[in-house]
């Protein structure tokens, strides 16, 4: 009806020259009408175009083809990329913020949804297009034509030649959200175990907080993280979605997390409250992480550190009776199960080495 589109044989041809008149085709690739018709030469069809760069936003079913419907022109289907946008318009409006996919996309469907968009309307349907990078297997392009292509559920039951083990679904989620969604995924075992120790780190530090005790001040340089943690988070976040900058703020919040367990920092109740809500904020709220089930939960982690406080007291009673030996045991044992008990002026604090 805007005069965008010609029929061709039963064919429906999106007309990019009449487009280019009003509107611009390419903005989002950058690529020119002459660089696509250049590249377009050999497409099969072009006998039924106008030029060699449009497309089709419905085809005239072969007689063989399985997918056709009635329409004025021809018993057929709609083209890919009309699919997309008028599913897109079904469901999300004429108008919605984010359009993600893979950066092989951007040329030609998601250009070509821009066009269809923009010539129906008189405006673009898309604020922003975000494109995620490819995946590789020890830095090669991850196919079945390479056999190295691996499915998550291989990753989650470890049923695969370059897996040495399982992994669970969110080391996967912590492993991806460390690299910036446009930058090359490079899957591997050793970057899976290094996700997975970063994953249990960060949640040993987020737990770790119920342990702390607000001081009635906190000491400066704790103070100055944990009031410019939310800030520099949200600031990452708004800065395209730079998650591993995210993630790089919550471990030097763990940081902070374990110098005031081992009572070598101090903080105030209302600085504590506020580190304990950011951080579980980004890491559970927006990034998603969270314990796995069967893996702990709140009532297993508490009744855990209840039986350790226990054997703790049980230490501290042998040291006041100077039962070394006893006293030396308890810690040695616990050391053997992973755990770290230091003495401190203060008293005693622990930590399970995962």
Same mark, same amino acid.
């Given at each position: *009806? $805007?005069?965008?589109?010609?029929?061709?044989?039963?064919?429906?041809?999106?007309?990019?020259?009449?487009? $280019?008149?009003?509107?611009?085709?390419?903005?989002?690739?950058?690529?020119?009408?002459? $660089?696509?018709?250049?590249?377009?030469?050999?497409?099969? %069809?072009?006998?039924?175009?106008?030029?060699? =760069?449009?497309?089709?936003?419905?085809?005239?079913?072969?007689?063989?083809?399985?997918?056709?419907?009635?329409?004025?022109?021809?018993?057929?289907?709609?083209?890919?990329?009309?699919?997309?946008? =008028?599913?897109?318009?079904?469901?999300? %409006?004429?108008?919605?913020?984010?359009?993600?996919?893979?950066?092989?996309?951007? &040329?030609?469907?998601?250009?070509?949804?821009?066009?269809?968009? +923009?010539? =129906?309307?008189?405006?673009?349907?898309?604020?922003?297009?975000?494109?995620?990078?490819?995946? @590789?297997?020890?830095?090669?392009?991850?196919?079945?034509?390479?056999?190295?292509?691996?499915?998550?559920?291989? !990753?989650?039951?470890?049923?695969?030649?370059?897996?040495?083990?399982?992994? @669970?679904?969110?080391?996967?989620? &912590?492993?991806?959200?460390?690299?910036?969604?446009?930058?090359?995924?490079?899957?591997?075992?050793?970057?899976?175990?290094?996700?997975?120790? #970063?994953?249990?780190?960060?949640?040993? #530090?987020?737990?770790?907080?119920?342990?702390?005790?607000?001081?009635?001040?906190?000491?400066?340089?704790?103070?100055?993280?944990?009031?410019?943690?939310?800030?520099?988070?949200?600031? =990452?976040?708004?800065?395209?979605?730079?998650?591993?900058?995210?993630?790089?703020?919550?471990?030097?919040?763990? +940081?902070?997390?374990?110098?005031?367990?081992?009572?070598?920092? +101090?903080?105030?109740?209302?600085?504590?409250?506020?580190?304990?809500?950011?951080?579980?904020?980004?890491? !559970?709220?927006?990034?998603?992480?969270?314990?796995?089930?069967?893996?702990?939960?709140?009532?297993?982690?508490?009744?855990? %550190?209840?039986?350790?406080?226990?054997?703790? *007291?049980?230490?501290?009673?042998?040291?006041?009776?100077?039962?070394?030996?006893?006293?030396?045991?308890?810690? *040695?044992?616990?050391?053997?199960?992973? &755990?770290?008990?230091?003495? @401190?002026?203060?008293?005693?604090?622990?930590?399970?080495?995962?």
């Amino acid at each position: *009806d $805007n005069g965008l589109a010609y029929e061709s044989n039963g064919s429906i041809y999106f007309d990019i020259e009449a487009y $280019n008149k009003k509107y611009q085709y390419g903005i989002l690739s950058g690529r020119s009408l002459e $660089n696509i018709k250049d590249e377009s030469r050999e497409l099969a %069809g072009v006998g039924e175009k106008r030029n060699q =760069a449009d497309f089709a936003l419905w085809k005239k079913a072969a007689p063989e083809h399985i997918m056709r419907w009635p329409s004025p022109w021809s018993d057929g289907f709609p083209g890919w990329h009309c699919e997309c946008t =008028a599913m897109g318009r079904k469901y999300l %409006g004429e108008t919605f913020d984010i359009h993600g996919g893979g950066m092989d996309l951007v &040329f030609p469907h998601h250009e070509c949804e821009i066009a269809q968009a +923009t010539a =129906a309307m008189g405006h673009p349907a898309v604020k922003y297009w975000m494109h995620n990078n490819m995946l @590789t297997i020890n830095g090669q392009k991850m196919g079945k034509s390479y056999n190295n292509f691996i499915t998550l559920e291989q !990753f989650f039951t470890g049923n695969h030649l370059l897996l040495e083990k399982p992994y @669970t679904a969110m080391t996967i989620r &912590f492993f991806v959200l460390s690299a910036h969604y446009r930058g090359t995924v490079d899957f591997s075992n050793e970057a899976l175990q290094a996700a997975e120790k #970063g994953l249990q780190k960060l949640l040993q #530090g987020i737990s770790d907080l119920d342990r702390i005790q607000a001081s009635d001040k906190c000491d400066a340089e704790t103070e100055k993280i944990v009031k410019s943690l939310r800030e520099k988070c949200y600031d =990452a976040m708004n800065d395209d979605f730079a998650t591993p900058q995210v993630i790089s703020h919550l471990f030097e919040a763990c +940081t902070v997390v374990n110098k005031l367990v081992d009572h070598k920092a +101090t903080i105030c109740a209302d600085c504590l409250k506020e580190l304990s809500d950011t951080m579980r904020l980004f890491a !559970f709220d927006i990034l998603g992480l969270r314990e796995e089930k069967g893996n702990s939960s709140d009532a297993r982690e508490e009744a855990f %550190g209840k039986v350790v406080d226990m054997v703790l *007291d049980l230490r501290a009673k042998a040291k006041a009776d100077k039962d070394w030996a006893t006293s030396d045991k308890i810690r *040695d044992e616990l050391a053997a199960a992973g &755990f770290e008990v230091k003495d @401190t002026k203060d008293g005693v604090t622990w930590r399970l080495n995962k």
